[in-house]
């Protein structure tokens, strides 16, 4: 290492970090300085749901919500910066975040990407400006994970040209929807379309749920949600329809229309392909929430590294007070997760990119956009598995700088009580994060094909079962020899841990491994008496198999970004980051890496010294790296992240 | 295995958990159908602190804080009963646990263990019935882990016969103390006791901090710590004295007294000795704590296997949908969770019975106790491990349980989100875990020797480094020579991995060898240039060395317990539910235990495969397994836990 990690220039580490969108970021950053956005903890439901409405209308406003929609009704024309200005609300107010992202990404992208025209020219004026707010009502109390078998109807009736939309039961009331309990005046309702008696499987229609007074419509129900454990900001509410009738227009008609005489017409022909399609393009809402995770966790460890910086507690051998970031232990807390969240970071950047390339230009007429772009499939599944990944990394991050500031992070006013409890459902919501990896692991399997089998778990079993796996055939014999020489030469030679071609080589044959077996497991269910049982009995390697993808895509994308930055300090320390992130997660899966007789004893312990070694090399640049993410003083917030 | 898991009562089972004080429990439980204990959320804060208030009079009443206190005052003279009756309070209301906590187990075990007759006479009958709330000031805001640098200060005044507490300044100030901001009238304050202008260390002293009007004392300035993520019932506040004047004689003398000369005499001479006896007077906050955090985490398993068992989503080969714990992947978040959680109830159950048992008679008169009980030390030890690990697990397993239980794990109506942010902060108090554990390490490197070292870090290593630690050397040849004979052999038989022996045997080796290799390193720590190098290069070993031990702990308890069970399908289905903690035990901790050489590649595969083996094996008996715990239906209160 030639530069001194402390030399790095947080300035110019931030500018690389803010990416292609570095504009909507600062503007963002200066929003966090508004006292209208000042951080508040402790105020009832019904006034954080009064300000949080509030904080809309000024984005509104200010022209954030206008961002991802086309010019013709008001909007920017850019869903690259519109995905940026989401994932910088989450370094404030996380219920705003979610309340924005209902009404702008999952209701206004429901409206823009399944409506036509004259949806289009109805409602997105009035969405973008908040003179209208919506609800984007799929879950279902008994369906959340499994939204293809959602059980509410809408029934055509050709009589009356009209749909009538119905709760068939208790448990097909609409779950946990944001905007329904207090503010929401429609709703996009997800519903099993049903014409001449024959469903075609879930579409998206257009309900009004309140009337201009605010009152639920005739036919509708409405219920608060009640307290959660955070983002009490945001108003989820339960809906009941009782045969509530809309007009046939109301259908988001882009990929499946109902004519007059109540004839089904379609351009998607296959239902489980049309469905996913429609699932598709609301990929946003994931990359959206993986960012606002990262960004959570970008303000929780600032907050726990400045902490740690400054607090000391037992005195060293000179008598003084040691600072608690010196001690191995806290660094181990802190620094292998602040790696990865850079590692996340560059991930995001890369798959807001991703999404704004693959995205048709959203001023282009409907009938001009072009057809699926060749890399959309992949994105889907990589903002599937990034995103189950980085909220789960949130969750036990914000845990561990809980922990790390001691009775200090349990109080409210230093905001990691607010970030824990706001971003647990993040594990949860726009797709449950194991749902999700089995979703990542079956594109993986397919080679990302245009094959759409079912969401659910079996369907994988089967598919896979069905198709021709290429699948390299491990010759275990010559294969570990190959690895007996690699060991034999690295086991002498434990420097070699840092290198990055080593790192990239076990990332790249884990995933690879993981893979091939579980092709080969899951194959024998075809023939299976219990196919369910082999799916079973491998659920754990099909898991494991799309979190080796995630790690691979996060070094990939690691490298990638630490190539944007000149020679010089920054890049450096990145380099060491790097190091960490790489080196912590062999680390981590060193148990199932020696198993597969990748890892020497010897070796392995080389991996654990060199973290610790790292830990102590990057700690003088913790707080450098963590005031690169460029965290406002006033979305930071907490009295203990300041000079005491 | 000859009874199938599903023959087992839980009844039979309940009554095994409940152990040697299965009266209290279940008094308790009855507790739990009173109305007045009915579980609320989403209450503000000053309704909480009302409400807990309120329930505390009722446990006055009922005899729940006379257990722990001697016959004379109105007690019951049965430490054991008091710590399980405060356990089982974990299910229900958590703050009202830490309120009695504070009252009765930390203010009130301060007067009864650190005072004198006089103090018991002043203030046992008046703290157990509740006309006396006080408060434990220890905590400062700059000092928590190492209290023995506390710098509040005591300074005796010959000549008004009188100590002068003072706050030196904004860090010293008394910190995050229950009792404190609303409710408390005295404090034991801990501070530096000065005589004749030379301090004696940390000692207690009851100080007034409120009048009969509840109007703070004179130079008494107390704060309200405000909202934190949970326990919202406590009033934790924050106190500062500004030459507070206090009688000579609330200097809690049991070990230390001031005459009217200011001449200080002590029982104990050595000053760090004196200061831990005091506080090892205080263990029994730490088993609370313990059994606290198990009885939240065994209300989370049972609600979230409750749900599991009804909850369906997906369609099975059937066509029927699958309930959600039939998953693998769902058995994985949940089945070695609760397996531990059985272990750590066993251990629980020891700790409070050598709690009792080296609990001298409470009534027995001051002079007429007996010196300290020889295995005390020891019980001290393990409470701080068991302590740190039971709370860990509390953190973790609830957190699983959240997510197992999706979107409705995440309404406050299901009980959750309050386990999680109430249960948060035992992870910090009572002792920081990772402070715990290296206390832990400690005593083991010392064999439970009379050596009281400080309580820090570096005092570790000096310690270890000044003994003649009695280490077995590690002979590599031969050690590796008869391990491969025992690996060769068990490599093709992999059944093996059941076998009980065998887990006992790896959970010792794996302490002992971490031991050894730890005291090996840290005897360099005398030498060297260094020593905070050496120490905190090795702080990771220490840390892993402790937690050994505490699994080791785990698995001797829990196969002591399962031997207190007759012959029959519960004995039978307990001895699965050690295999499975046992070996998903072995299965986290794979990866060093490859790299020392005690698992080949084959045999770690098969703990693998047994862990999946086993989650299917119990999946039918996890019912039986939470219904044994015993929690009250109005305690789970959660309406996912009951059928929809």
Redesign the interface.
């Known amino acids: 290492m030639t530069d001194a990690p402390t030399a790095a220039d947080p300035a110019v580490l931030r500018d690389a970090l803010d990416g292609a969108w570095r504009d909507v970021r600062q503007r963002s950053r200066g929003l966090a300085t508004d006292p209208r956005f000042a951080v508040e903890?402790?105020e009832?439901?019904e006034t954080q749901r009064r300000r949080v409405l509030d904080r809309m209308k000024v984005l509104a406003t200010e022209g954030y919500s206008a961002l991802g929609f086309p010019t013709k009704y008001g909007g920017s024309n850019d869903i690259g910066g519109s995905i940026t200005g989401f994932e910088m609300l989450a370094m404030g107010d996380l219920s705003l975040l979610v309340k924005a992202g209902v009404q702008w990404g999952l209701f206004g992208g429901a409206i823009l990407h399944l409506g036509t025209e004259r949806h289009h020219e109805a409602y997105l004026a009035d969405l973008i400006s908040l003179r209208l707010l919506g609800c984007f009502a799929m879950?279902e109390t008994g369906?959340?994970?499994?939204v293809a078998?959602l059980r509410t109807t809408a029934t055509y009736d050709p009589d009356r040209d009209e749909f009538v939309v119905c709760t068939p039961d208790e448990?097909a009331r609409k779950?946990?929807i944001g905007n329904a309990a207090r503010d929401g005046h429609v709703a996009v309702v997800f519903a099993q379309l049903v014409t001449g008696g024959e469903s075609q499987g879930v579409h998206a229609f257009v309900v009004p749920i309140r009337d201009d007074q605010g009152r639920p419509m005739p036919g509708v129900r409405i219920e608060d949600?009640?307290?959660?454990?955070?983002l009490n900001g945001v108003d989820n509410g339960r809906l009941y329809f009782d045969d509530v009738r809309i007009p046939r227009d109301n259908l988001l008609n882009r990929y499946a229309d109902v004519d007059r005489e109540g004839v089904y017409r379609t351009s998607i022909d296959n239902k489980t392909k049309r469905f996913f399609t429609m699932l598709g393009t609301l990929v946003q809402g994931r990359i959206s929430v993986a960012g606002g995770a990262a960004s959570a966790t970008k303000v929780a460890l600032a907050i726990a590294i400045r902490y740690g910086e400054q607090r000391r507690?037992?005195?060293?051998?000179d008598g003084e007070?040691?600072t608690v970031l010196?001690?191995?232990?806290h660094q181990?807390k802190l620094l292998p997760a602040l790696a990865r969240t850079y590692a996340l970071h560059f991930a995001q950047l890369e798959l807001v990119a991703g999404l704004h390339e693959t995205t048709p230009d959203l001023d282009a007429p409907l009938d001009e956009k072009p057809g699926e772009h060749p890399d959309r499939r992949e994105l889907e599944a990589r903002a599937a598995g990034i995103k189950a990944i980085a909220t789960w990394h949130a969750?036990s991050t914000i845990?561990a700088c809980?922990?790390a500031c001691?009775?200090a992070?349990?109080?409210?006013?230093n905001r990691?009580?607010g970030l824990?409890?706001d971003t647990?459902?993040f594990?949860?919501?726009e797709g449950?994060?194991?749902v999700l990896l089995q979703l990542v692991a079956k594109e993986l399997l397919t080679g990302y094909r245009d094959h759409f089998g079912e969401l659910?778990?079996?369907g994988t079993a089967l598919f896979v079962a069905e198709q021709t796996v290429e699948t390299v055939v491990e010759r275990v014999g010559g294969r570990r020899l190959l690895q007996r020489i690699k060991d034999a030469a690295s086991t002498n030679d434990e420097s070699g841990v840092l290198d990055r071609d080593w790192h990239a080589e076990i990332f790249e044959w884990r995933e690879r491994h993981l893979l091939e077996t579980l092709a080969r497991r899951l194959r024998k269910a075809a023939d299976a008496d219990?196919?369910?049982a082999v799916f079973?009995?491998a659920?754990?390697h099909l898991?494991a198999a799309a979190r080796a993808h995630v790690d691979n895509v996060l070094l990939a994308a690691f490298v990638h970004g630490i190539d944007s930055l000149p020679e010089g300090p920054e890049r450096a320390l990145l380099e060491r980051v790097c190091d960490l992130f790489a080196l912590s997660t062999i680390?981590a899966e060193?148990?199932w890496i020696?198993?597969?007789?990748r890892l020497t004893?010897a070796r392995?312990?080389a991996v654990i010294a060199a973290v610790?070694e790292l830990c102590a090399t990057l700690r003088p640049a913790a707080r450098t790296l963590v005031d690169a993410f460029g965290v406002p003083d006033e979305a930071m917030a907490a009295p203990i992240a300041f000079e005491?």
Chains 1, 2 share one sequence.
């Open positions: 903890e402790g009832d439901v879950t369906h959340g994970s499994d078998s448990s779950e946990y949600c009640g307290l959660k454990a955070g507690q037992f005195a060293g051998p007070e040691i010196d001690y191995l232990a181990r969750t845990q809980r922990e001691g009775g992070g349990y109080l409210a006013v990691l009580p824990k409890a647990d459902v594990t949860t919501f449950d994060n194991t659910d778990m079996m219990d196919p369910f079973n009995n659920q754990d898991l680390e060193r148990g020696q198993e597969h007789g004893a392995s312990k610790n005491q």
